[in-house]
């Protein structure tokens, strides 16, 4: 099925992401729009060797549309989500606002592509801290049932986007000049230090962004027995999401069983061989769609405990990409039937 989509969010630096997917995917649409802010209307941007117009984000923008990937803040998402809706398009939102809504499946297509059926227009993608974690539980999930996770995450300056990546290279460069620089997007100096703050304060001593890592896990993998402490910390790396992972499971599960099960799983790949000093860095994961996993070794506190590390691009899989993967089942016509039920 030949769908007509737009892309919400086309000049951010997710939104490019996307298209650049869209375009190597090669996948079957006959209308492309492209909409952005007022600021970004006019520009003209290139796709498969087009030139195409960024259009105004308003409402009758969506006319004729029949599925978008919105890659907007939540408050913009908020706005543009109901007007895309009500005019009968299917919206792949990746901002945060639409996440733990009881009626919008959360949706990683290698974990629970079967949510994407239950939609009522809108189909959210998770936060990138979020997705890369629940691709390596999900394969010790159904092997052994997850009872507890403990991750300490490494998030990179672009998870906080594109002036948050820039002042991590000025920031750098002025430390490095013995200059002053003072913070605009971080509370904090970022060069040279790592901020144990991303999010809002909220329960319990906790943050938005770990809040979201325990209520997102435990909707996409569909156990809300799962428990989660998670510490989120932003750090001096221009891209790639980092984290530490500790998991508790009902049975134990060997280090040979577990390099197996994540090995066989789709989007993961495995890097572990310490005498080798080979694993997963960000500069090696830069630009690529798959989750990787290194250092897989038995938890010592615990003997149903298994520790490993996690790498992936938070702008790809962690977002663009996972919202792509979306947005191509049902441009496949494996969940056609979803595109008219809003």
Not at 25 to 45: E, Y
Not at 84 to 106: I, K, Q
Not at 108 to 134: D, K, Y
Not at 211 to 222: A, D, G, H, S
Request: hydrophobic share 40%; glycine share 6%.
């Amino acid at each position: 099925m030949s769908l007509r989509l737009a892309v919400a969010g086309a000049t951010g630096i997710v939104g490019t992401i996307v298209l650049e997917q869209l375009a190597a995917r090669q996948l079957d649409f006959s209308t492309l729009k492209l909409l952005a802010s007022a600021k970004s209307a006019g520009k003209k941007l290139q796709f498969r060797g087009e030139e195409l117009t960024v259009e105004p984000l308003i409402p009758e923008a969506f006319d004729g549309i029949d599925l978008v990937i919105g890659s907007t803040p939540d408050d913009v998402a908020a706005e543009f989500v109901p007007w895309a809706v009500e005019r009968g398009a299917v919206v792949v939102d990746e901002s945060g606002y639409h996440r733990m809504r009881d009626d919008v499946p959360l949706v990683v297509p290698e974990i629970n592509p079967h949510a994407i059926a239950r939609h009522r227009g809108v189909i959210a993608s998770p936060n990138c801290s979020t997705t890369q974690l629940v691709m390596a539980l999900k394969p010790l999930h159904d092997a052994a049932r997850v009872k507890r996770v403990v991750v300490s995450t490494y998030q990179a300056t672009s998870g906080a986007g594109l002036h948050a990546q820039s002042e991590l290279f000025s920031a750098t460069q002025a430390a490095l000049a013995g200059e002053s620089a003072p913070p605009q997007q971080f509370q904090h100096p970022i060069a040279f230090n790592l901020i144990p703050q991303i999010g809002s304060p909220k329960y319990e001593g906790y943050t938005s962004e770990e809040m979201k890592m325990v209520r997102e896990t435990r909707k996409i993998l569909e156990d809300d027995s799962i428990e989660v402490c998670p510490t989120c910390v932003r750090v001096p790396v221009a891209n790639c999401h980092s984290e530490s992972v500790v998991v508790e499971t009902e049975r134990p599960l060997s280090v040979a069983e577990a390099h197996e099960l994540f090995g066989s799983f789709p989007g993961l790949v495995v890097v572990d061989d310490l005498p080798g000093r080979r694993y997963p860095m960000p500069l090696d994961c830069h630009g690529r769609d798959e989750v990787f996993i290194g250092r897989i070794r038995k938890d010592l506190s615990h003997p149903h405990g298994l520790a490993f590390w996690c790498v992936s691009d938070n702008l790809r899989k962690g977002a663009a990409t996972n919202a792509v993967q979306i947005a191509e089942l049902i441009m496949a016509g494996q969940y056609a039937s979803c595109a008219t039920s809003s």
